[in-house]
């Protein structure tokens, strides 16, 4: 079946750093990507949807200058948190669809991030 | 806006049993997708069932299937002959151009 590989799978920074998360959709082209987070016992909230060459679309309340997507190619999309902050520790997952908006979504492993 | 309730945050249910996990949702849609999805510790998520709103049957995946009233905007999962493999948090979901997760449910699976 249809394969994403999320990198890293954990990562541990310093408050004020940036954090790069990528998402690669590895046998099928991922028309459309989208980025979730997850606090612990809570549910997937998303946070934005990714078109490929489009920018992101971000759902009420996520700040888009502080989670930075970038979608440059079908098979790659990328989440940066910047100037990361302890709150923003938590399990954030991508998953990717293909060219119609009932394809399967087919979704990352997730990423545990920890701002000390 | 969509919205998608799961009014259960845990349930539990003896082995060889069945369980029956509720999810309600709203939508002004005709046309959308539902979903389960399983996520164990590991905390991957995986695909349980899917239906297609304009199908009037319920889809049916091995021991797994729903009970979906398009009228109530309900769409319940039923887990027949459950094994401990199953003990999970169990998601339902609703999807158009995004998909939208309900709050969960912890089901525990006890022998």
């Known amino acids: 079946g249809a394969v994403v590989s999320q990198h890293p799978s954990w990562v541990i920074c310093k408050s004020g750093t940036s954090v790069k998360i990528e998402c690669r959709s590895l046998d099928f082209q991922a028309t459309t990507m989208f980025w979730y987070r997850q606090f612990p016992k809570q549910s997937l909230m998303l946070m934005a949807t990714?078109?490929?060459?489009?920018?992101?679309?971000?759902e009420q309340g996520v700040e888009k200058d502080k989670f930075l997507i970038n979608h440059a190619s079908l098979t790659l999309s990328t989440l940066t948190v910047t100037s990361a902050h302890p709150e923003d520790s938590s399990f954030y997952i991508c998953s990717a669809r293909g060219v119609s908006y009932n394809s399967p979504l087919h979704f990352g492993n997730g990423t545990r991030l920890t701002v000390t | 806006a969509q919205t998608v309730t799961q009014s259960q945050p845990e349930m539990s249910v003896q082995e060889a049993e069945t369980v029956t996990l509720s999810c309600t949702y709203d939508?002004?849609?005709?046309?959308?997708?539902l979903f389960w999805y399983k996520q164990p510790p590991s905390r991957q998520m995986i695909l349980v069932i899917r239906q297609e709103a304009y199908k009037q049957q319920n889809a049916t995946e091995n021991r797994f299937s729903v009970n979906f009233q398009k009228a109530a905007k309900s769409f319940s999962l039923k887990i027949s002959d459950s094994q401990l493999g199953d003990a999970a948090m169990y998601f339902c979901?609703?999807?158009?151009?995004?998909?939208?997760f309900g709050t969960g449910t912890r089901l525990q699976v006890f022998p």
């Open positions: 979901a609703y999807n158009t151009d995004k998909l939208i």
């Open positions: 990714s078109n490929e060459g489009s920018k992101a679309t971000y």
């Open positions: 939508t002004s849609e005709s046309d959308y997708y």
